[in-house]
């Protein structure tokens, strides 16, 4: 579990945040011993996006400070995005700026019903980062990506669930274990076999339908040779339920 602690700004993105995020995304992305990531908020948020306030104490600089500091969050999702197993965001409170496009660069989005959502830039005259412009026309479509782009009015958790924004709107007070239970089944299932899939995943926007086809097959043999999916052939013949160990 990957927590952004800063509660009493509703985990909103300063340089020192991006940089823990940067680390603790990697580390999790590199532990073999982790088969499944939740990366959630605390206190009342899961994250406002971008220190505003940080940024008008720093507005003479910000250019500078926006390569400096914001690469940390970019390699924070590059490693999300290209991490061998799930990753799912457990969102309540809030999910604006960069904190919408955290969500967005994770697999799977499980969202308490009393979130708000909005993309926020353009109302303090900025263009996206965090790959925004990159996940949401993948997600929604290019049209509704500029509808949230250009008119960034906040939104409720059924509008994000009807937008293919998130998979789950559960009340705020079952978040926890509906978000536990998930995470569970995540992290006792084919762990090999879910990095092949993000990995098809993530390749098929770029490219032929016969290149995908022939790394479906790849990712299929790989998978094949491992002992997961020796004992997932095994439990559906035996009839009884497959114990992964993520190999």
């Not at 020192?16 to 999790?28: F, G, K």
């Not at 904190?99 to 979130?115: E, K, N, P, W, Y």
């Not at 299929?220 to 020796?230: I, T, V």
Request: hydrophobic share 50%; with cysteine.
């Amino acid at each position: 579990t990957i927590t952004l602690n800063r509660p009493e700004v509703f985990n909103a993105m300063d340089s020192a945040l991006m940089s823990e995020l940067r680390d603790a995304c990697e580390r999790a992305a590199a532990d073999a011993s982790v088969r499944a990531i939740a990366l959630r908020g605390a206190g009342r948020g899961f994250c406002a996006g971008g220190d505003v306030p940080s940024f008008h104490r720093e507005i003479d600089t910000m250019a500078d400070t926006v390569h400096r500091f914001g690469r940390d969050m970019h390699f924070a999702m590059w490693a999300l995005r290209r991490a061998a197993k799930p990753v799912v965001a457990v969102v309540h409170g809030a999910a604006a700026g960069a904190g919408f496009a955290l969500m967005c660069a994770t697999d799977l989005v499980i969202a308490a019903d009393d979130t708000r959502f909005t993309l926020a830039y353009t109302a303090i005259g900025a263009s996206p980062d965090g790959g925004s412009s990159y996940f949401l026309p993948r997600l929604v479509g290019y049209r509704r990506a500029m509808e949230l782009v250009l008119l960034p009015d906040a939104f409720d958790a059924a509008t994000a669930l009807s937008l293919g924004l998130i998979n789950r709107v559960v009340p705020a007070a079952d978040l926890d274990a509906e978000a536990a239970a998930w995470l569970a089944r995540l992290a006792s299932g084919p762990t090999a076999a879910y990095g092949e899939c993000k990995r098809l995943m993530n390749a098929s926007f770029d490219t032929t339908m016969e290149t995908q086809m022939e790394r479906e097959l790849d990712a299929f043999a790989r998978c094949a040779a491992g002992p997961d999916f020796r004992e997932g052939v095994a439990a559906f013949t035996q009839k009884r339920k497959p114990v992964f160990v993520g190999r």
